[in-house]
């Protein structure tokens, strides 16, 4: 296996910013439309109460929670960081109140620059503007707003599509389709903003009116539709039950269950192996706090991910002739 082929997001960001570079992760106190009734009320059926934020302080100000990561062992690891709004839908605002949020960070972010060179003498540089949110809520006015930050940082939006399929789609709640995946990339690619598409393996289905999984096939055709668009990254998860969920439910109730850490190693493989050669890849698994994490419990054991990639991408005899789309 030549692992040359494949972009790892490490490698991407010192060849993009010269030198490692890590994200601080911000709640910027936003809702999403499958949460405040504008689509659902319940949201996706595998999301936190949090939106995906467990970790975050949401009850701090931005200003303080950019404070706690230059408090943290983490300003020491690099020099170079983006500011990454995480949790929930982080363009489903006005403008304005985006502008103000997005600018309480940047703000924050250089003060607390300026206040750490004079005491440690090392330089602190914001690099980039990472968003995470969904394709129904990229407009062309928010697109155009994104690129005004252009001119002084790399601006990146997160995507989710989570899966191609949209039966899948209806039952995990998604509350949007692929077509608005579609129209979000071709007003981002518009104006030139960088595009990380986020899939998820494992979802719950309906097939042949049965409850199940999503198999093979449905990964495939997920890595198929990525490859038709202009996306420049891509984030893929397993699919874990995290407490206070409706996934959770169907997990009690015997109606889900999680797939095998084998299962997921040979689907994530697929994917890393067949997706885009210029894709980059920026995250292989998900992470789930410990006290809230219902199953599968190898989820907790990253290192049994990366070591079980590392063997599955090594292996000559079950990769032989792979194509890499050019």
């Known amino acids: 296996m030549n692992f040359d082929r494949i972009n790892y997001v490490n490698s991407y960001f010192i060849k993009l910013f010269g030198e490692r570079t890590l994200k601080i992760c911000i709640d910027g106190g936003f809702t999403c439309p499958n949460r405040d009734g504008t689509k659902s009320c319940n949201g996706c059926i595998f999301c936190s109460e949090k939106g995906s934020g467990e970790h975050l302080k949401s009850s701090l100000s931005i200003f303080d929670q950019v404070k706690n990561a230059f408090n943290s062992i983490k300003i020491t690891r690099a020099n170079k960081f983006i500011l990454y709004f995480q949790n929930y839908t982080n363009t489903y605002d006005s403008i304005q109140n985006l502008n103000k949020k997005y600018d309480e960070a940047i703000s924050a972010f250089n ?18 503007l990472q968003i995470a949110t969904r394709p129904d809520c990229i407009t062309e006015d928010i697109a155009k707003f994104l690129s005004t930050y252009k001119s002084k940082l790399h601006v990146f939006v997160e995507l989710g599509l989570q899966t191609s399929n949209e039966e899948t789609g209806k039952f995990i709640n998604r509350c949007y389709t692929n077509d608005d995946f579609s129209n979000a990339v071709l007003i981002l690619n518009k104006y030139n903003i960088d595009i990380i598409a986020h899939i998820m393996i494992g979802l719950p289905t309906i097939k042949n009116n049965l409850q199940t999984i999503e198999d093979h096939n449905d990964t495939i055709n997920t890595v198929s539709f990525i490859n038709k668009h202009n996306i420049q990254g891509l984030k893929i998860h397993s699919t874990y039950i995290v407490k206070n969920t409706y996934l959770e439910k169907l997990f009690i109730e015997s109606l889900y269950s999680p797939m095998s850490l084998d299962y997921y190693l040979e689907e994530l493989s697929y994917v890393i192996t067949h997706v885009s050669k210029d894709i980059i890849i920026h995250r292989i698994s998900g992470d789930a706090p410990k006290d809230l994490l219902v199953a599968p419990l190898w989820n907790l054991h990253k290192k049994w991910i990366l070591n079980g990639i590392y063997k599955k991408l090594n292996d000559k005899d079950l990769y032989q002739g792979i194509y890499y789309k050019k």
């Open 111 to 128: 003060t607390l620059s300026e206040e750490y060179y004079l005491k440690e003498n090392i330089k602190k540089e914001l690099v980039g």
